[in-house]
């Protein structure tokens, strides 16, 4: 099986191009998708597959999510294509009351095998209203797969499951890492969910991320490395399920965790981590837990206000060597 | 149709009507016996619209529907002792007790379920016609809602959304007045649903929805132009609703002369009426009432002996990856 | 000043009376609300002020709350009705986008001064569109104040202050407690946001809950004093902002925390009040840490399986015993 | 009008165009310099809608915007100095820096911001005619959005709501026949916009938004109805956008004849000839243009020279209560 480098919105446009290869019950949907989608992530897919399977739809994300429901509910698998993920706030009644319990109020009866895709993160001065990450929203919303990749393998790999998955799946496209590039298999094989990626292996410090951040998070542990604080480095890839096994045993051995995340640290995804660690080892077993984020305000337009409020390297060997203190 | 044949349709319709009828008395009785338990809304007046349509429909066809939808179910063939006890909360439920009386669903019969939330059933019926057509389907989709959702959004999205992509869809806007406790007159602009429906390219037909021949035979029209691939639909049915919001609504603040008068236009009694004017017997009548009557005291009876279901059935269902209980202390 | 007993329900009802009557840009608009709402809260409000200032609306929550943040925007203070939580997630947008970023997105040009009522909680078997508790979401949303009272003092003083504040206040009415009574001042004072309520003294363990469940923590509380179990329990009130000093120099006190929340544990509040804690007195200075609430399913309509999801004081009782082993 | 008066109000309408013209020109060499970031949408073709409604507003009137903003604001009065450092991300940008071009807003004239999401401004101007008409203001809102914004639910909402609650407001349909990178008439079903407006409840009328008088006149008529109390009302104005959706894109995708067709149509070209043929020397337009061109410059000169905020600004206008910086680590 070969293996070749592409950028992470070529993985994830290869991934669902063999996967609606494999399977004619696959198809997308949403605004441009049929031009190749916003970022190129289904370029080509038109003439291949046909309008029918290709879908550029209204601007009416409710109907894009809602309608994405009923054809799971007859036994198709839509992709439903979110352009940017703060439009899902047009069509969450469609995602939260309907895509995630629908399957456990009718006792099982319906099964929405709908991948909801909604690239995230601060994206090149964007502002408040195309820049939010409220992934873990979700995590605490029964019914949804919630998955935050990093690279373009784990992004295609997860793509693949995703589609391939029964219960619905939120996917968090990087789209800030969407020109970054990886090697991908000519072959991409499904990658489970709930498993986490150990990015770099060290012993005084456990760090755990995902997503858009990940690559400040190793440069940040490539500088601790060079101070001489070795750092494990966790990807979590999956929020839900994620690899609480992973970071547990981690943070047993380091006795130190820092949880780093792009998105606003108050109620975030870090506080069930350092929660779920302090718990399940017990706080004599930590000597330190913290977490590090974006602080409570809506993300600026302007350059240096952005900076202000982005988790940089630099931001992220100080915690860590707070944590270390 | 010839005479006999129409008879015999005519029968069906005073059927499931009846059926209807006794199955949301029964339902109402419980509830007020406190073995339902939370909300229940019920169609009382309404059964020649649930009726009138899905007469036209195969197993096949998929309908979605809304916080009132035990007529649509019954009439769509959805099985009598899986809903009486979904809304006991029992075993044997249609949804394991999960879902009660707001979320009924069959989908052994393609009754896709009840909803919620007022205009929740919009996009997934119009998804679901999208889907069947893409899978070359002869089935169709057929979507119940009521006044009250046709000032949110997903009426004007999704039924945008099927005449752009001619999808085999029907709504049905069954049209009792009100939206809960306000007269839907009071909050809703312009002509009306049809004229909202044309404006995004859909063609609408109004029909008496307390004549349930009428609703058959406008449906029926419907139906047979959306599933001939001329695309989708609307039917609006006029109609009333005798009984309150909810069960625990006695409707005292219904004017009580529009009650009388939807009594007197009661589906069942009109139907009943023109039956005996073609020459059938009122006993055969009353025996069919009488055996919904028994039908649905029956599956009371049985619901109400019925198990409760175990505790363990709470954490099924939910999703196949991903611990549903908690890691930490949990209830 | 006499004070005299009434519901939660009236509470609500006679704090929003008051500041109507205190402040003609005071005015309030949702469905049914002219017959007096869903639950009672606007009782006798319309032939008092009229259809203009108590606006039935159509079954439109996108432009209920849309244009409540547009009549903020022109002067007026709506008190923006959602009947039951579940429903606002069919207007996340112009809750999320646009009333919670407006201000800041703007400058401070705008001042967003509605409140934002949605009865919340677990009431009566009406299974899991009409059950939802997501208040967490929005502590983790830059712009907006989350108050949780669970008496009628509380939440009519709160609510008095929600009306009162500029910045846009979400207001979860504990649904299930609207007829629970207590004693509400004839002048309805308004009371800060941030200041937990201290429902208990102790000296064992601290139990920090808010919202709904508070009536089964406090008999859970007297159970355990009953065998000799001290708690300091303490009612948040707001989750946004939170009283973390009352909380972290309870523990400080107690050594021990718990965590009640109706809600689902996973990713919920409870853990930015673990994490929180951990993180402000260090893990070496506490002796237990631990969360209960719902498990990660959504809400089921039959009596049993409701209970079996449901917090409860013998769960409590248990979780506060496991925190004191 | 009598001929002189005439002659002013057209030579208002051609500065207040040749105005966006070249404020939406600078701004995209400026961000094709690297110097505006972000996004950037512009309107180059369809400044005539933006010049013809607000030439009948008065400062007090409220208008929203959509992503494409800066020529409704521009027309609505806005401050070119703060309008420019916005967009480059300055101190002493209308939104200090945190809002860029698709949060272009000035209170202060009554600019009550652009907005990221299609149809976003809709409800937010329905509630300010509903403020308005309740402190009994004879100030109304107008409401600008795009073709594409006509399939969302917030179209039928908001239009069902002003037409029940009678409101102030006049909603502008500014259709350039694209949403995004998709023909709208590709994902549009039924007549349109008219139809969609009047079945609820909303009267509208339809003019070519390259004439900016015709727009002028239009919606003169409609502003005096709706300010008059006869309850809301739409201009759906038919238009071009000659450039891309955004900044980066270069409308490759378009027909090229569709933009020959388009430019030869030019809103301001179009009044230029108008206004020569009622005697307007050429020289005095070209001044005009001139001007606004200088003033642009002076923006960009300005905004270029202007300092970047202080992080500390990047902390308030938050809320009033509560902390924004994190309890424990933040960034
Ligand atoms: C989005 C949403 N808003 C409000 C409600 C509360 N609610 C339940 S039924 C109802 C009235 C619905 O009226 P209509 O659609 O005409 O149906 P009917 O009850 O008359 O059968 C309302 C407002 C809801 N369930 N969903
Ligand atoms: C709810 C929502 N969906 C999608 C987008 C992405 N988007 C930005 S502009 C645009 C096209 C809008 O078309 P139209 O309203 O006609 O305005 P135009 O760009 O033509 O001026 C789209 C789809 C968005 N901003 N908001
Ligand atoms: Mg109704
Ligand atoms: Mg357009």
Same mark, same amino acid.
């Given at each position: 099986?070969?293996?070749?480098?592409?950028?992470?919105?070529?993985?994830?446009?290869?991934?669902?191009?063999?996967?609606?290869?494999?399977?004619?019950?696959?198809?997308?949907?949403?605004?441009?998708?049929?031009? &190749?989608?916003?970022?190129?992530?289904?370029?080509?897919?038109?003439?291949? !597959?046909?309008?029918?399977?290709?879908?550029?739809?209204?601007?009416?994300?409710?109907?894009?999510?809602?309608?994405?429901?009923?054809?799971?509910?007859?036994?198709?698998?839509?992709?439903?294509?979110?352009?940017? !993920?703060?439009?899902?706030?047009?069509?969450?009644?469609? +995602?939260?009351?309907?895509?995630?319990?629908?399957?456990?109020?009718?006792? &099982?009866?319906?099964?929405?095998?709908?991948?909801?895709?909604?690239?995230?993160?601060?994206?090149?001065?964007?502002?408040?209203?195309?820049?939010?990450?409220?992934?873990?929203? !979700?995590?605490?919303?029964?019914?949804?797969?919630?998955?935050?990749?990093?690279?373009?393998?784990?992004?295609?790999?997860?793509?693949?499951?995703?589609?391939?998955?029964?219960?619905?799946?939120?996917?968090?496209?990087?789209?800030?890492?969407?020109?970054?590039?990886?090697?991908?298999?000519?072959?991409?094989?499904?990658?489970?969910?709930?498993?986490?990626? +150990?990015?770099?292996? &060290?012993?005084? +410090?456990?760090?755990?991320?995902?997503?858009?951040?990940?690559?400040?998070?190793?440069?940040?542990?490539?500088?601790?490395?060079?101070?001489?604080?070795?750092?494990?480095?966790?990807?979590?890839?999956?929020?839900?399920?994620?690899?609480?096994?992973?970071?547990?045993?981690?943070?047993?051995?380091?006795?130190?965790?820092?949880?780093?995340?792009?998105?606003?640290?108050?109620?975030?995804?870090?506080?069930?981590?350092?929660?779920?660690?302090?718990?399940?080892?017990?706080?004599?077993?930590?000597?330190?837990?913290?977490? +590090?984020?974006?602080?409570?305000?809506?993300?600026?337009?302007?350059?240096?206000?952005?900076?202000?409020?982005?988790?940089?390297?630099?931001?992220?060997?100080?915690?860590?060597?707070?944590?270390?203190? | 149709?010839?005479?006999?044949?129409?008879?015999? #349709?005519?029968? /069906?319709?005073? #059927?499931?009507?009846?059926?209807?009828?006794?199955?949301?008395?029964?339902?109402?009785?419980?509830?007020?016996?406190?073995?339902?338990?939370?909300?229940?809304?019920?169609?009382?007046?309404?059964?020649?619209?649930?009726?009138?349509?899905?007469?036209?429909?195969?197993?096949?066809?998929?309908?979605?529907?809304?916080?009132?939808?035990?007529?649509?179910?019954?009439?769509?063939?959805?099985?009598?002792?899986?809903?009486?006890?979904?809304?006991?909360?029992?075993?044997?439920?249609?949804?394991?007790?999960?879902? *009660?009386?707001?979320?009924?669903?069959?989908?052994?019969?393609?009754?896709?379920?009840?909803?919620?939330?007022?205009? *929740?059933?919009?996009?997934? $019926?119009? *998804?679901?016609?999208?889907?069947?057509?893409?899978?070359?389907? @002869?089935?169709?989709?057929?979507?119940?809602?009521?006044?009250?959702?046709?000032?949110?959004?997903?009426?004007?999205?999704?039924?945008?959304?099927? $005449?752009?992509?001619?999808?085999?869809?029907?709504?049905?806007?069954?049209?009792?007045?009100?939206?809960?406790?306000?007269?839907?007159?009071?909050?809703?602009?312009?002509?009306?649903?049809?004229? #909202?429906?044309?404006?995004?390219?859909?063609?609408?037909?109004?029909?008496?929805?307390?004549?349930?021949?009428?609703?058959?035979? $406008?449906? *029926? #029209?419907?139906?047979?132009?959306?599933?001939?691939?001329?695309?989708?639909?609307?039917?609006?049915?006029?109609?009333?609703?005798?009984?309150?919001?909810?069960?625990? /609504? $006695?409707?005292?603040?219904?004017?009580?002369?529009?009650?009388?008068?939807?009594?007197?236009?009661?589906?069942?009694?009109?139907?009943?009426?023109?039956?005996?004017?073609?020459?059938?017997?009122?006993?055969?009548?009353?025996?069919?009432?009488? @055996?919904?009557?028994?039908?649905?005291?029956?599956?009371?009876?049985?619901?109400?002996?019925?198990?409760?279901?175990?505790?363990?059935?709470?954490?099924?269902?939910?999703?196949?990856?991903?611990?549903?209980?908690?890691?930490?202390?949990?209830?």
């Amino acid at each position: 099986m070969s293996v070749h480098q592409v950028t992470l919105v070529e993985a994830v446009r290869l991934a669902a191009l063999q996967e609606m290869r494999r399977d004619p019950t696959v198809w997308v949907m949403g605004e441009d998708v049929a031009r &190749g989608g916003l970022y190129g992530q289904y370029k080509d897919f038109l003439p291949e !597959f046909g309008a029918e399977r290709v879908v550029s739809t209204p601007i009416s994300e409710s109907t894009i999510m809602g309608a994405g429901l009923g054809a799971a509910l007859v036994g198709t698998r839509p992709i439903i294509e979110m352009r940017i !993920f703060d439009f899902v706030m047009c069509a969450m009644d469609e +995602l939260v009351n309907q895509i995630a319990k629908i399957r456990y109020m009718f006792g &099982g009866q319906a099964r929405p095998s709908v991948v909801v895709r909604m690239p995230h993160g601060i994206w090149r001065n964007s502002a408040a209203q195309h820049s939010q990450m409220l992934e873990s929203w !979700f995590v605490h919303l029964p019914g949804v797969i919630v998955v935050t990749p990093s690279t373009p393998a784990d992004a295609a790999g997860l793509l693949v499951s995703a589609i391939r998955s029964d219960d619905p799946v939120l996917f968090f496209d990087p789209k800030n890492l969407f020109p970054v590039t990886g090697d991908v298999a000519s072959v991409i094989e499904p990658i489970p969910f709930g498993k986490a990626r +150990l990015a770099r292996e &060290g012993r005084d +410090l456990t760090i755990v991320s995902w997503s858009a951040i990940m690559p400040a998070v190793e440069q940040a542990a490539a500088t601790l490395a060079a101070e001489g604080i070795a750092a494990d480095v966790i990807d979590l890839r999956t929020l839900w399920p994620w690899d609480q096994a992973a970071v547990c045993a981690s943070v047993e051995k380091t006795g130190r965790l820092l949880v780093v995340q792009e998105a606003v640290s108050v109620a975030g995804f870090g506080a069930e981590v350092v929660s779920t660690v302090v718990e399940t080892l017990g706080p004599a077993r930590v000597k330190a837990a913290s977490r +590090l984020g974006a602080p409570r305000i809506p993300i600026p337009f302007s350059p240096p206000l952005e900076d202000a409020v982005k988790v940089t390297p630099a931001k992220i060997v100080a915690a860590a060597k707070a944590a270390m203190a | 149709m010839e005479p006999t044949h129409n008879i015999r #349709r005519l029968m /069906d319709l005073y #059927r499931t009507m009846s059926r209807i009828r006794a199955f949301e008395t029964a339902a109402l009785n419980a509830h007020k016996e406190g073995v339902v338990p939370g909300p229940l809304h019920v169609s009382i007046g309404q059964e020649g619209v649930a009726a009138g349509v899905c007469l036209n429909l195969t197993t096949e066809d998929r309908i979605t529907s809304n916080h009132r939808g035990h007529g649509h179910a019954l009439a769509k063939g959805a099985g009598v002792q899986g809903m009486m006890r979904e809304l006991f909360g029992r075993e044997g439920g249609h949804c394991r007790g999960k879902g *009660g009386s707001m979320h009924i669903a069959d989908f052994s019969v393609g009754m896709l379920g009840a909803n919620g939330v007022v205009s *929740g059933g919009i996009p997934i $019926a119009v *998804g679901a016609a999208q889907g069947l057509k893409m899978m070359r389907s @002869s089935a169709i989709a057929v979507c119940f809602f009521g006044d009250g959702a046709i000032n949110r959004g997903p009426f004007l999205e999704g039924l945008n959304w099927a $005449a752009l992509y001619n999808l085999p869809v029907l709504f049905i806007c069954e049209d009792n007045g009100v939206s809960a406790f306000t007269a839907t007159d009071t909050v809703t602009a312009g002509p009306g649903v049809i004229a #909202r429906a044309e404006s995004l390219g859909v063609p609408g037909v109004t029909v008496d929805g307390n004549d349930a021949l009428a609703v058959d035979e $406008a449906a *029926g #029209r419907l139906v047979a132009e959306v599933r001939g691939g001329k695309g989708p639909r609307l039917l609006h049915a006029k109609t009333f609703r005798i009984t309150g919001h909810t069960s625990t /609504d $006695a409707a005292a603040w219904r004017d009580p002369a529009d009650v009388a008068a939807a009594k007197a236009r009661d589906p069942i009694d009109r139907l009943g009426v023109l039956l005996a004017e073609r020459g059938v017997a009122t006993a055969d009548l009353d025996a069919l009432r009488l @055996s919904a009557f028994e039908e649905m005291e029956a599956a009371v009876t049985d619901a109400k002996a019925a198990p409760w279901p175990d505790e363990a059935i709470a954490y099924e269902d939910v999703q196949d990856v991903g611990a549903v209980r908690f890691s930490g202390v949990s209830a």
